[in-house]
């Protein structure tokens, strides 16, 4: 099946900083979602981006499907950017996969 | 309410108890799933269920048995089940239809297996 690869898998950042988490996919997908998980276990969607790029205030996402991966900035980090943050692929149907996630900690 | 919301956040059950996880999503959504997540692991689809139903079961054992009776709310019935069971279980709805499938997650339910 496809494989879904995270990385960093461990980040630690001063406040103020930016940041880049890729995630790679062994195939062709039909999309691709980022996602926030919380200290609360809340996953909280940032952005669906089954190609190109994407802007929400300090994130943006760039995916290129030829390539099969896709970026995540985050920039001027602040503390409560701290969590989990998770790139999914959709495939064939409903199957969803998730890679293993990036732990990001920012320090004030 | 708004969104996908799940019920109870946090259970803690025994070996021999039946218990059931109860999720409702308000976003007029066509397909409702089920996820697992164990720690330091990543999340897991268990079942998905399309206008009631279901077109995935990834080899889920049959300790959990999912239901669907409408595309509003997604129940998962538990009995018999194993500590290693314990996990945080999420559900999530789409709105599906051609390849347009973004999820929307509920908070989760915090299950303990003693």
């Known amino acids: 099946g496809i494989q879904v690869e995270q990385s960093p898998p461990d980040l630690i950042l001063q406040e103020g900083a930016n940041s880049t988490l890729r995630c790679n996919f062994s195939?062709?997908?039909?999309?691709l979602q980022w996602f926030h998980q919380n200290p609360w276990g809340q996953l909280i969607n940032l952005f669906y981006?089954?190609?190109g790029t994407k802007q929400n205030g300090r994130l943006s996402a760039t995916t290129v499907a030829t390539e099969r991966y896709s970026l995540l900035y985050i920039s001027s980090s602040q503390t409560t950017d701290s969590g989990v943050y998770f790139c999914?692929?959709?495939?064939?149907?409903?199957?969803?996969?998730f890679g293993a996630g990036t732990r990001l900690f920012v320090k004030a | 309410e708004t969104g996908v919301t799940q019920t109870p956040r946090h259970l803690v059950m025994g070996m021999t108890n039946k218990k059931s996880l109860k999720c409702e999503q308000h976003l007029g959504h066509n397909a409702m799933y089920w996820y697992k997540q164990s720690a330091k692991k990543p999340l897991e689809l268990m079942f998905v269920y399309n206008f009631k139903e279901q077109t995935e079961n990834n080899s889920v054992p049959s300790r959990f048995s999912p239901e669907c009776p409408n595309s509003s709310h997604l129940f998962l019935h538990l009995h018999t089940l194993q500590p290693e069971d314990s996990a945080l279980y999420l559900c999530a709805s789409s709105q599906a239809g051609s390849s347009y499938n973004e999820q929307f997650f509920g908070p989760g339910t915090r299950l303990t297996v003693l």
């Open positions: 981006i089954p190609s």
């Open positions: 999914a692929v959709h495939t064939g149907g409903f199957k969803t996969i």
């Open positions: 195939d062709s997908v039909n999309n």
